[in-house]
């Protein structure tokens, strides 16, 4: 008589990103807030807003050779209900993220998604713009793209949560599409930007040990992310020299 066969039983597992504080993303909260802060004392004091007329997205500035502006209108904001919908996507989403990419990725990929939004902008929209929501559209993406990339650690939360984030994103371009005054250029730029590096350097994580003793290990880590960074800012200001 044959034995009877053995019963293998799946068990699950929590296992949990880094607790490490988000620290980046205070910062660029209250960098961002500090920026807002000096253009609303600016308007009072001088009629005018000094660090907008600096650093907001100018084409015709970026032409004359104020190439900072790809960078800066991160950092400034035209409402407080402007800055205060920026801050708060920035507050939800990058937390998790930094916990996930690391501070360091988490910053490159924060400034990858600003750059790729406003050299979009800078091709396609003749008109100004400021705001982090370039930045912001690229963390949306890069969680997107992240969650689908470990969507076997996720198991069957993935699919919600992807479901989620599509909404979120069609539901924020039809709103730019249908509204005057919101840079949709910008925010698919950021969108491609932070995706395509979440994709090529985004933290790719495999289950290492045996229970209890588990652990996510990152696949991608060392400098990778450095030179997907250093050649996705390459491609994207190559991109930029066809608007001069």
Do not use: C
């Not at 559209?137 to 650690?153: C, D, H, M, P, T």
């Amino acid at each position: 008589m044959d034995p009877p066969p053995l019963r293998t039983e799946v068990v699950r597992v929590p296992v949990r990103l880094p607790n490490s504080a988000p620290v980046v993303t205070y910062i660029l909260l209250g960098l961002t807030i500090l920026v807002y802060a000096a253009q609303m004392i600016s308007d009072a004091v001088l009629g005018g807003d000094l660090p907008a007329a600096i650093g907001l997205k100018s084409n015709a500035r970026i032409i004359a050779g104020e190439y900072w502006r790809l960078l800066t209108p991160m950092l400034l904001h035209g409402s407080i209900t402007h800055i205060l919908f920026n801050m708060y996507a920035l507050f939800s989403f990058g937390r998790g993220l930094e916990r996930m990419f690391g501070h360091t990725r988490f910053l490159l990929l924060y400034l990858i998604g600003a750059l790729a939004g406003n050299v979009a902008s800078f091709l396609l929209s003749p008109n100004n713009s400021l705001g982090a929501s370039t930045a912001v559209f690229g963390l949306v993406a890069a969680e997107g793209v992240s969650i689908y990339l470990n969507r076997k650690i996720y198991g069957g939360q993935a699919r919600n949560i992807l479901a989620n984030i599509g909404f979120v994103i069609l539901v924020n371009l039809m709103l730019g599409f249908s509204s005057t005054g919101i840079d949709n250029w910008g925010h698919l730029g950021g969108l491609v930007g932070g995706g395509v590096f979440a994709l090529l350097a985004g933290p790719l994580l495999v289950v290492e040990g045996y229970y209890p003793d588990v652990r996510l290990v990152d696949q991608r880590s060392g400098l990778l992310p450095y030179l997907v960074a250093l050649v996705e800012a390459a491609a994207i200001l190559l991109l930029a020299s066809f608007g001069f």
